[in-house]
């Protein structure tokens, strides 16, 4: 539920808050009064397109916040958010909030955390249902209907496990796409895999190896040099005409005469002897060394041969030697699976076979399921439409379903072949993403005189006939739905009389499960409200601003009188009269 909504320099608006109420809310005011306003503010919040025209004059930016108590939910709001990084929900409550300046730039937050605009809009989706008087295309789509006729139905786990089965057969499909090629590009597939496989294969990687070639590599390319340099240290040791070992020997046996006259040397004999025995042991380790360089010209060549070998492959295959040996091992996969084709088909076409007998049985169960349910939600909304002054309209739903499956070919797809299903469900849905719901297509009609032909939902002209027909279906589904606000946007126009009173009274009856803000013109349709606001645009400062107001059960017969016409005792008498029908009213107000 909607909880909060607080608007800032948006149109007429400086600063505005509206805190709603459970069940209907309505919102009534002159015409241009900026009752609309809400409504731009609530789509902006919930990702809707931003407008810098927005901005109120003199104002460099403009923002909304909406809270929503979310405790009751259907959604899976919370993996979302964790999901995408975004903060939990304190206490049940979800923040939302939507900053737009002069410059154009506009930025978005949930609970705090700077989002983007995609997954504001779908979570918006999650929490708001919207309706404007010309604005019914979510009634238009056969896909959405088909949603309504199965939420009617409670089919929805039916048809889920029908969309997995198409997942899983769409993969198979792209799996078969893959190996069924020309004998040209077969062949060519082939011999490029071949190739590569033998070259990284026979090139026996190992990991971290050219680290070590490179590194044997300098020291053999330098060997002459290592060679030359470790003799000359080795000659200053020993070999020279004034070796260090030789001037040690003689600075050991001055200090050991030193230690004879002086006991106190005895610290720089022991200093001494430390030293010389270092010397020693670095002779000894560059005698070795120099024993172990090795300037070999042809192992010079192997270790260049090598790491040019190593470096080619990183520049085919993978900037390391582990991506080219995964690279490797996945060539030869496909090498083997290119190899086996004909296995590998045999196998994938009868894993489809499968799935699509088990797609064919899951659709005709689905479908069957639906035409049990079309006659009861037929019914009930011919029941509503009924009350909504449609007294003898028609109301059905038309069902196209894929034909039965004809004997086939050993190999062949189990579905039809005339059918649009006739590669599969899965493929065919990649085409057309209804297929993922069903072997079934639907179209709600409607006929709202009694002698008329029924007609597909979208052909009806009139914005007040698809106000009903969507309120009817709206009130019937109020329980199913699972998008807890409900916002209608003067889709009463066109509307009068008793009918008036019924949409009213259905707004009510939706309101029971879902809240529901409702902007109208109409005082039948606005009497039934849980809670009842007005908008009133005044001068202040010298500045045009639009304010909105909760109505004591007093203020609301004087603007229900309004509506009705004037402030006369008649007018009153009669708004008085509309709040009465709904006694426990003034008690909530």
């Known amino acids: 539920m909607l909880t909060t909504l607080r608007i800032k320099n948006l149109a007429l608006v400086p600063d505005l808050t509206l805190e709603l109420q459970p069940g209907c809310n309505v919102i009534t005011g002159e015409t241009g009064a900026g009752k609309s306003i809400i409504i731009g503010a609530l789509n902006l919040v919930l990702g809707d397109r931003a407008d810098r025209s927005l901005l109120r004059s003199g104002s460099d930016s403009c923002s909304v916040e909406a809270v929503f108590e979310i405790k009751k939910l259907r959604a899976p709001l ?40 995609a997954t504001l809009a779908t979570i918006g989706e999650w929490l708001v249902d919207m309706h404007g008087p010309h604005d019914h295309q979510s009634l238009l789509h056969p896909a959405k209907q088909l949603a309504i006729l199965d939420a009617f139905g409670g089919l929805e786990k039916e048809r889920a496990a029908f969309g997995e089965r198409v997942r899983s057969r769409a993969a198979l499909a792209a799996e078969k796409s893959a190996l069924i090629v020309d004998e040209k590009t077969y062949a060519q597939q082939l011999d490029l895999l ?110 260049e041969a090598r790491m040019d070998l190593l470096r080619s492959l990183k520049r085919k295959y993978g900037a390391t030697l582990p991506e080219v040996m995964a690279f490797g091992a996945e060539a030869a996969a496909k090498l083997a699976a290119l190899e086996g084709r004909d296995a590998e088909l045999a196998r994938i076409n009868q894993a489809l076979d499968a799935l699509d007998a088990t797609l064919l049985a899951a659709g005709k169960k689905l479908t069957a399921a639906r035409r049990k349910v079309i006659p009861l939600l037929t019914k009930a909304v011919v029941r509503q439409l009924a009350d909504l002054g449609f007294r003898q309209s028609q109301f059905d739903v038309d069902i196209r379903s894929a034909a039965a499956p004809s004997p086939r070919p050993a190999g062949a797809s189990s579905l039809p072949e005339t059918s649009a299903l006739a590669d599969g469900p899965a493929v065919a849905a990649e085409r057309a993403a209804p297929l993922r719901t069903g072997l079934d297509e639907i179209e709600f009609q409607f006929a709202p005189n009694p002698g008329e032909p029924a007609r597909p939902l979208r052909a009806i002209a009139s914005s007040g006939e698809m106000a009903r027909v969507m309120l009817a279906l709206k009130t019937v589904l109020a329980a199913q739905d699972e998008i807890p606000v409900l916002v209608f946007d003067e889709v009463d126009a066109n509307v009068g009389g008793e009918t008036a009173h019924a949409v009213g009274e259905k707004m009510k009856q939706i309101a029971a499960n879902r809240q529901v803000l409702c902007i109208t013109h109409l005082p039948q349709v606005a009497a039934p409200a849980d809670a009842h606001y007005v908008v009133t645009k005044l001068i202040r400062d010298g500045r045009t601003v639009s304010e909105i107001t909760r109505l004591t059960p007093k203020e609301r017969v004087t603007e229900l009188a309004r509506m009705l016409g004037g402030q006369t005792d008649a007018a009153r008498k009669h708004a008085r009269s509309l709040l009465s029908s709904d006694p426990e009213s003034a008690d909530r107000d």
């Open 78 to 117: 919370g993996p979302f958010l964790e999901e995408n990084g975004l903060e939990p929900c304190d206490d049940h409550q979800l923040v939302l909030k939507r900053t737009l300046n002069s410059a154009g730039a506009n930025r978005q937050f949930i609970n705090g955390t700077p989002t983007s605009l």
């Open 194 to 303: 071949r190739f590569q496989v033998k070259e990284i294969s026979s090139a026996r990687l190992q990991p971290g190896e050219d680290e070590q070639v490179e590194a044997a590599f300098q020291r053999s390319s330098n060997a002459a040099r290592l060679l030359q340099l470790s003799q000359t240290a080795l000659d200053a040791l020993s070999e020279n005409d004034n070796p260090l070992m030789a001037q040690a020997g003689q600075m050991g046996r001055t200090l050991q005469e030193l230690q004879r006259v002086d006991a106190g040397a005895e610290g720089m004999v022991a200093l001494h002897a430390q030293a010389a025995g270092a010397w020693r042991e670095l002779q000894s380790e560059l005698s070795r060394y120099a024993e172990n360089v090795d300037i070999d010209p042809a192992q010079l060549q192997q270790l």
